[in-house]
Nanobody
């Protein structure tokens, strides 16, 4: 089993930055595609960003230029640097791992963290 634990969420004002971290257990982290998804109240879970085994990155249009996903395989950790946060970024952010190439579809991921709350006030 792979366990994913997110951290770094919080309550912040619009325009500031947060960095989310996702620490993974297991020995095969470097072979996984890692993704970040978010879910706001009353909305479906939404793809945010992903990073593949060879570190190509992908973003949903609404966060391009503001968010950066990265990974440190030596630490079994994936990060989401979030700059210029907006109230519409408010959501529970979930880290996910897939034993394959990246996907924008949440159902394609094999492991999920419990989520970390990000709240952005105006």
């Amino acid at each position: 089993q792979v366990q994913l634990v997110e951290s770094g969420g919080g309550l912040v004002q619009a325009g500031v930055s947060l960095r989310l971290s996702c620490a993974a257990s297991g020995r095969a982290f470097s072979t996984y595609a890692m993704g970040w998804f978010r879910q706001a109240p009353g909305k479906e879970r939404e793809f945010v960003a992903a990073i593949g085994m060879g570190s190509p990155t992908y973003y949903t249009d609404s966060v391009k230029g503001r968010f950066t996903i990265s990974r440190d395989n030596a630490k079994n950790t994936v990060y989401l640097q979030m700059n210029s946060l907006k109230p519409e970024d408010t959501a529970v952010y979930y880290c996910a791992a897939r034993k394959s190439y990246y996907s924008r579809t949440s159902g394609n991921y094999d492991y999920w963290g419990q989520g970390t709350q990000v709240t952005v006030s105006s």
